[in-house]
């Protein structure tokens, strides 16, 4: 059942400064900086709820939800992305 309210996110100034400055490194991955940039606006002062933030970046509510669960529960390895099932490849990439 979902929760009616979003978890909080609460940074201390290390995290903020670790989170922005992979947001701004030409090297990220523009998935995990858009949910760098997910995270960095949940914990703001004015604390938007998940539909606000889904408005502002256009993207559904639940993905929102999903990115602050996850980062509430494991930190910022919680925004990697998580293996896949299945066969490992045969050939390299």
Do not use: Y
Request: net charge positive; proline share 12%; hydrophobic share 35%.
């Amino acid at each position: 059942m979902p929760s009616p309210f979003a978890p909080p996110v609460v940074l201390s100034d290390e995290q903020r400064l670790t989170l922005e400055s992979l947001e701004r490194a030409h090297s990220t991955p523009q998935t995990l900086a858009f949910r760098i940039r997910l995270i960095l606006r949940a914990a703001l002062p004015d604390r938007p709820s998940n539909w606000q933030i889904g408005i502002e970046f256009r993207c559904d509510r639940q993905t929102v939800a999903r990115w602050r669960k996850r980062f509430v529960d494991h930190g910022l390895a919680g925004l990697q992305d998580a293996p896949r099932p299945g066969r490992p490849r045969h050939f390299s990439p």
